[in-house]
């Protein structure tokens, strides 16, 4: 029991730290501020259908309003100075696919047809978004590496992980384009349709605000993108019920108890992405307190974990996509790119002395994101253990120096859990509920931060038997 707890802590700590990543989230408030600016429409019966999946024709009118030419597509196609050359496109989207084809911003699957019906890819409306921030297919990206592209300037898909392509990530795709940085700098997309008039000051205000005050956040953590350094501390109030069969012999048990985690967190992002964790994770029931390390190290797509006088290795990307989940690391960490956007209620500042703190609100968006990274990490599991998670998060409060370098962050969240194991005629259920307060210190952020892995010979392979994982479930439950 012990040892699962601290297995669990510990993960639970390094996703508190992750404030970006791709689930199945549901961003109604994100789309709702899209209506408000004219850039998403719904219906009264079906509202935005986000959980349904775009189709090209949708994805078309929401590129040509990202330009701004929403009204002059109408106005050129109503007065015959625009024909659609396609003929599968009903009148509604006619001027759209009009104005695009004209541009030489789409084609169709051939000279005449559009496929306007057929669904849109993730990839094909990361592609949209890119031209419509002043990328240039075959100059800036191509079609391959168009994702990649997008990821590097910070605008991430969120359905990477989940493989499906809805209107939801359309939605949080569109929200975190607009804002970027237009091509060249000099304004970010919102910013330069407010100014040429096209989305009225007015109804982008919130959104402007928000962008405002999450670019000045970034800037100040910018150096995290290539390294951070941080101690971690987090405590929790948690209560642990624990039933099962053992040997024929029935159990049941229920506790509460306080937790501690402390300790460090290293991260490299700049070259081939490297980190450490090291955690010391405290149990105090009332009565007896137990206290138990755990580290872990990640490098070459290998993670090595050393907890209770034992040490093994397993390949990373095992449950994974760890090129998304490395990229989702990096907008943790302080890259200025939009990513956080789309799960932001609202930010406000306020001084603190000397320093600036930045309080940002979450929508529930976050809580289901940070479900599916728990459920990325726990999917490395032993076979035979069944872990659902659910979490809430309400606010990260970000504490900015007088020199406008990232100093520290908090997060608090509430969580439950729940395990199921069996072995033969022994099984066990774990229900895990609890309040956690966790903060980061940043102690060294940049090319600065260093990570010294250990002699790699000494950590068990446990992956490639028959049994997969199940020569680690000791670690896991005993």
Known sequence: MKRFLTILLTTLALAGLLCVTAS?????????????????????????????????????????????????????????????????????????????????????????????????????????????????????????????????????????????????????????????????????????????????????????????????????????????????????????????????????????????????????????????????????????????????????????????GEAYQIPSGMGMDMEAFMALMEQSSGQTGPAMLPFIDSITTKASGENTVYILRLNDAFGQMMNGILGQVLDTMPAGLDMRMGLEAGAITYTVDPSGQLKNAAVNIAMKASMDAAEGADRVSLTFSADMVMTMDVKTMGPAVNIRFPDPSGFEKIIGGADGLTGISGTWIS
Request: charged fraction near 20%; charge should be negative.
């Open 24 to 308: 199945a989230a549901s961003f109604d408030g994100p789309a709702a501020e899209l209506a408000a600016i004219g850039m998403l429409k719904g219906s009264a019966s079906e509202g935005f259908a986000l959980d349904t999946a775009p189709t090209r024709t949708q994805a078309a009118i929401m590129l040509v309003r990202l330009f701004g030419a929403e009204e002059e597509a109408k106005a050129a196609y109503a007065a015959g100075e625009l024909t659609c050359p396609f003929t599968d496109v009903d009148e509604t989207a006619a001027p759209f696919a009009a104005w695009l084809a004209d541009k030489g911003l789409i084609s169709g699957t051939s000279a005449s047809v559009f496929g306007g019906g057929d669904l849109c890819t993730g990839k094909a409306y990361t592609i949209f978004l890119l031209r419509a921030l002043g990328y240039r297919d075959n100059v800036d990206f191509t079609s391959a590496n168009a994702q990649e592209f997008a990821m590097s300037l910070g605008l991430l898909d969120t359905s990477l992980l989940t493989g499906e392509f809805l209107r939801d990530d359309l939605v949080a795709l569109t929200y975190q384009a607009l804002g970027m940085d237009l091509k060249g700098g000099g304004a970010y997309l919102l910013d330069s349709l407010v100014e040429s008039g096209v989305v009225s000051a007015a109804a982008a205000r919130p959104i402007l605000d928000k962008i405002e005050a999450y670019r000045a956040l970034s800037a100040a953590g910018a150096d995290a993108a290539r390294g951070l350094d941080a101690a971690v501390d987090a405590k929790m109030s948690m209560a642990v019920g624990l039933k099962g069969r053992e040997s024929g012999e029935t159990f049941e048990m229920a506790q509460k108890m306080d937790a501690s985690v402390q300790g460090d967190i290293q991260m490299v992002l700049d070259k081939a992405p490297q980190m450490a964790l090291d955690m010391t994770v405290t149990l105090n029931d009332g009565g007896e307190v137990q206290t138990e390390r755990a580290e872990y190290w990640m490098k070459d797509g290998v993670t090595y974990v050393r907890s209770g």
